[in-house]
């Protein structure tokens, strides 16, 4: 069952925040999300009016765009119980430097704070809110996990992806060694220093080698992407996906950026 933003609910009524490479590039995870949050008991909804959540204008510095998508962000999100992204990077930028956003604003600054509060990653969403322990999923495969920058750093995800796969029938989680370190996506970063990036890069994709595992997972779609790509130039046989998508079961489909 759905509900709208405006009418009462008698379970959490969740906005998903679908993200703009999510939407562009790997709807599925968008379902896989929707998925998760329903067995975990909420309703979801996915506000129209959503747009890019503005961290490449605010990491470049245009202060002024990014306050414009963020008021319409917290315009199309409020009245939720929760806003929840499958992104760690997004959830970041919501959660944490919205307020910032409106520090010269006392209205506007309450009301990015009190949108703040109800801003989550998907899977922290649903082990620390939802108290969800164990999904119904099974894959076998051996798997490894990245731990993205912004997840890790500002939402201190880590734990509880790990959590949840272990409950995967049929999946074993190989760690890669340095698993916290960067990938070197870093949105725009990528762009502006591209042969740095491609070296941090081709250090994961060692380190992802390393680790044995035929699956890579992570939590956000920008760093998947980013080494997916490098490992497919490699010729390498690991293919990856978001961790939404093995949680919730959905893994029919090809992995991120095809079969090599």
């Given at each position: 069952m759905?509900?709208?933003?405006?009418?009462?609910?008698t379970t959490?009524?969740?906005?998903?925040?679908?993200?703009?490479?999510?939407?562009?590039?790997r709807p599925q995870i968008g379902f896989a999300a929707v998925r998760l949050i329903e067995d975990a008991g909420c309703t979801v909804d996915v506000p129209m009016a959503q747009t890019c959540?503005?961290?490449p204008a605010y990491n470049s510095g245009d202060r002024k765009d990014a306050r414009a998508i963020a008021e319409n962000t917290i315009r199309?999100?409020?009245?939720?119980?929760?806003?929840?992204?499958?992104?760690?990077s997004c959830a970041g930028m919501l959660k944490k430097h919205y307020p910032r956003l409106?520090?010269?604003d006392p209205a506007w600054k309450e009301?990015?704070?009190?949108?703040?509060?109800?801003?989550?990653?998907?899977?922290?969403?649903?082990?620390?809110?939802?108290?969800v322990e164990k999904v119904s999923a099974s894959h076998a495969t051996t798997a490894t996990y990245h731990d993205s920058c912004s997840g890790l750093r500002e939402l201190g995800i880590a734990a509880q992806p790990r959590a949840l796969l272990g409950s995967v029938?049929?999946?074993t989680l190989n760690e890669m060694p340095d698993s916290d370190v960067c990938c070197g996506f870093g949105g725009t970063f990528?762009?502006?220093?591209?042969?740095?990036?491609?070296?941090?890069v081709e250090k994961k994709t060692a380190a992802i080698e390393e680790s044995g595992a035929d699956m890579l997972l992570a939590g956000d779609l920008g760093c998947l992407m980013n080494m997916a790509g490098k490992l497919k130039r490699q010729g390498s046989r690991v293919e990856a996906r978001h961790v939404a998508e093995v949680l919730a079961g959905m893994t029919d489909g090809a992995p991120i950026g095809g079969r090599g």
């Open positions: 759905h509900t709208t933003a405006d009418e009462p609910t959490p009524n969740v906005g998903l925040f679908v993200t703009c490479l999510v939407d562009l590039f959540c503005g961290q199309a999100f409020e009245g939720f119980d929760y806003v929840v992204a499958p992104s760690g409106f520090a010269d009301r990015a704070e009190a949108f703040a509060s109800r801003v989550h990653e998907l899977v922290s969403f649903l082990a620390d809110v939802m108290g029938e049929g999946l990528c762009v502006k220093y591209s042969d740095i990036s491609n070296a941090i």
